[in-house]
């Protein structure tokens, strides 16, 4: 192993994530439009477009146009769930945050996105996965999920900690729930809430 002393320089962070993409008005459409990101810049003539977050957090995609069949998507490989696979080896798979996941699914839902399942929910995260225009298999994740959110809530309606009997009939409610309870559990405690 080198020695830091030898050679200070280090990696500092990301520049930017790179997706070829076969129509690049369509993509940019569905990464703008259905996902939120923001359009920065474009050159249709050199095939290239630069997004990123509203917020300005995190590296840049930049969307490169190419012909469809020099595409290798993204795509999921069992039982390797960590791993996509790309046709000539493993690549890392994209994960995005999300601050609401049921409503991110619910709006690419609506957009025809074609998407995998239901979103999962376990006790530290919620996540579902998802393809862009161009098959490329892309996770979302809400780090907290419903459990948390509902927890969240519950707690500050009732102005206390909710004991361990509650948060594990919370829990058990929360995990055994559909997409559609999950939202419906959301909207009575904000009603209460009003109340």
Known sequence: MLSKKANAADVIGYCCLRFPVANLR???????????????????????????????????????????????????????????????????????LTNDLLALHERMKQAGVHMDKEPVFTKEFGYFTFYDPDGHYIRAVEERGVYFDLKQKMSSTLKRDLTEHENQLLWGLCEKASVEQQKFLSSIILEIRGS
């Open 26 to 96: 369509k993509s940019i459409d569905f990464y703008c439009d259905v996902l939120g990101y923001e359009l920065i810049s474009a050159d249709y003539a050199f095939g290239e477009a630069h997004i990123g977050l509203k917020n300005g957090i995190g590296p840049g995609i930049f969307l490169m146009e190419t012909k469809p069949e020099n595409i290798a998507s993204l795509k999921f490989v069992f039982p390797r769930s960590f791993f996509v696979a790309n046709g000539t080896g493993h690549v890392t798979m994209v994960e995005l």
